[in-house]
């Protein structure tokens, strides 16, 4: 669909900060702030219309706030209006050059960016009530197994001084603590399993993920999330490329020949998540420990080849989704390619 108007959106905790456009004239804004509430989203598309704007022929663009951005966004999607969420790493290094910020300033730079890249913009969907239940699940997971990991050396550092100091107060609550963050770790999972099984779709993906030889619950679930159910990627080597694991070559002229390596902008949690998945996997998938022992005889470097398994790992996940049947592993097979 082609936009003839543009709205960059500066969103703050408490207001937001409007910026309206058009496509034949992105230097020259017409500028308003609104409150980030469900009364102050109304103003905001009672004064768009003011403008003599159609507002089905608007395009809504803000950055990723997390949710600060959300009740924006379920806002316009309710009211069947096209909108996307842009990437503040992305937006900042498209600026160019710049000089001071502030928040009109910001929603000005956000139109005019939206205005020049509208044909690579996409408008987007909210994840289902599902997802966004796991994405919040995954997140107070991540704060307990933090806070256990940080609790354990810190037991561990108490144990190895309490010969020299009386920390055995310390060291039971501590342990009574660490012993109740294990539980509720226990109970986050068994309730993400039961999320999942509040939608029919959602339910079907996960049995195939945990199919691919590797791929646990957790790592299962990610995959759910971060492709918001296989509709934010097309196939999995723009994964590959979200999640770091893809390699890319360095080179200019006939002078520089940088090796091929991959980026480190990707989704770090994915990353680390995969790496243990490639771990399990090269001991327990047939193919892929003979593709692995191959690999290393031939000289190359362990994490290199650990980082293609990763791959391996997303294209099968993406092919059994893709088809619709589990994962098999092959009886019979000769060297992996």
Not at 127 to 156: E, G, H, I, Y
């Amino acid at each position: 669909m082609t936009f003839h108007w543009f709205v960059g959106i500066d969103i703050s905790k408490v207001t937001l900060d409007v910026a309206l456009c058009h496509r034949d004239s992105p230097d020259r804004f017409t500028h308003q702030q609104f409150a980030n509430t469900t009364a102050g989203f109304k103003q905001l598309l009672r004064w768009v219309k003011k403008q003599k704007v159609a507002i089905g022929d608007s395009f809504f663009c803000m950055e990723h706030t997390g949710h600060y951005t959300l009740a924006l966004c379920c806002f316009l999607q309710e009211e069947g209006l096209s909108y996307t969420l842009l990437s503040p790493l992305h937006l900042k290094k498209s600026l160019g050059i710049t000089r001071g910020k502030n928040d009109r300033v910001d929603a000005r730079r956000i139109a005019q960016f939206a205005c020049l890249h509208q044909r690579t913009l996409k408008p987007m969907q909210l994840p289902s009530a599902c997802l966004l239940k796991l994405k919040n699940l995954m997140a107070f997971r991540d704060r307990l197994t933090k806070t256990k990991v940080s609790l354990k050396q810190t037991l561990q550092d108490l144990k190895d001084t309490s010969k020299l100091v009386d920390n055995n107060f310390i060291i039971k609550q501590s342990e009574k603590q660490l012993k109740l963050i294990e539980q509720q770790i226990k109970h986050t999972d068994k309730q993400m399993e039961a999320v999942i099984q509040e939608d029919e779709q959602v339910q079907n993906h996960f049995r195939l993920i945990s199919s691919v030889v590797g791929i646990g619950m957790i790592t299962a679930v990610a995959f759910l999330i971060y492709t918001q159910d296989f509709t934010a990627f097309n196939n999995g080597r723009q994964f590959a490329c979200y999640a770091g694991t893809a390699p890319f070559e360095y080179s200019s002229g006939s002078s520089i020949r940088g090796r091929t390596k991959v980026n480190p902008l990707a989704n770090r949690k994915m990353k680390a998540l995969l790496s243990n998945c490639a771990s399990a996997a090269v001991q327990h998938d047939p193919e892929l420990k003979v593709y692995y022992e191959r690999k290393l005889k031939e000289g190359k470097a362990k994490l290199a080849v650990l980082n293609a398994v990763k791959s391996k790992l997303i294209n099968r996940v993406f092919a059994t989704v893709n088809r619709g049947t589990e994962y098999v592993v092959l009886k019979q097979y000769g060297q992996a390619a």
